[in-house]
């Protein structure tokens, strides 16, 4: 028998797609934010930087997640959700 341990955040992200949830939608308005802000740039040592910094941004984005796992009624979660939400 095989087991698949599958993290608590990605499960809540699955299992968000499915419906109108506001936690994944401001973890999808923060992703979509990061992926508009990416530049070019032709030196490698920015280019590098630039990487790093929006690997950085991603991982703020998936905060949302674990913040809002953890506790979904927290004033962070809460907070978040609505920082995002009036981007809309």
Not at 9 to 26: F, I, K, R, S, T
Not at 28 to 47: L, P, Y
Request: charged residues 20%; aromatic residues 2%.
């Amino acid at each position: 028998m095989v087991k698949i341990l599958i993290p608590a955040a990605v499960m809540v992200a699955l299992l968000a797609g499915c419906g109108n949830d506001p936690v994944q939608q401001a973890y999808d308005d923060c992703m979509t934010q990061v992926s508009q802000a990416k530049t070019e740039t032709s030196n490698d040592a920015m280019q590098g930087m630039v990487e790093g910094i929006q690997k950085m941004a991603e991982s703020a984005c998936g905060m949302i997640l674990t913040t809002c796992e953890a506790d979904p009624e927290s004033a962070l979660c809460q907070g978040m959700i609505s920082k995002y939400a009036e981007g809309e």
